[in-house]
C-alpha cells in the first residue's frame, strides 16, 4: 500500500454527509476535478459551461494558489458544489 502523499493528508473525505474538509488548495481543485469527472464532462466541456477558460480550469484543478475567487467561487456553483465557513471551536469552548 502506499504512502499518502502530503497532498492527500490535507483532504478529508467525511462519508457520512459526503462532505470534503478542504485544506489546501490542492484539495479543493482535486474535489473540482472529482466533481467533473462524476458529471461526466471533460475540461474541455466543463470550461464554457462554468464560464471559464479551459486553461483556467486546469489550473485551479492543479491547485494553483492565486486563482481568483470570484471565478472559483463561479466553478463550484456550476459543479454543484457549495462552500461554506465554519467557525472552530477554540480551546477553551472544547474544555
Do not use: W
Amino acid at each position: 500500500m502506499a504512502r499518502p502523499t502530503s497532498a492527500a493528508k490535507k483532504h478529508e473525505f467525511a462519508p457520512l454527509s459526503g462532505a470534503v474538509r478542504i485544506l489546501s488548495v490542492e484539495c479543493l481543485g482535486q474535489t473540482i476535478h472529482d466533481k467533473r469527472v462524476a458529471a461526466g464532462l471533460t475540461i474541455a466541456e466543463a470550461a464554457p459551461l462554468c464560464n471559464v477558460g479551459l486553461r483556467f480550469l486546469s489550473e485551479i484543478e492543479r491547485g494553483k494558489p492565486s486563482a481568483e475567487l470570484g471565478k472559483v467561487l463561479q466553478v463550484l456553483q456550476t459543479l454543484g458544489l457549495d462552500i461554506f465557513a465554519v467557525r472552530r471551536k477554540t480551546a477553551q469552548e472544547k474544555l
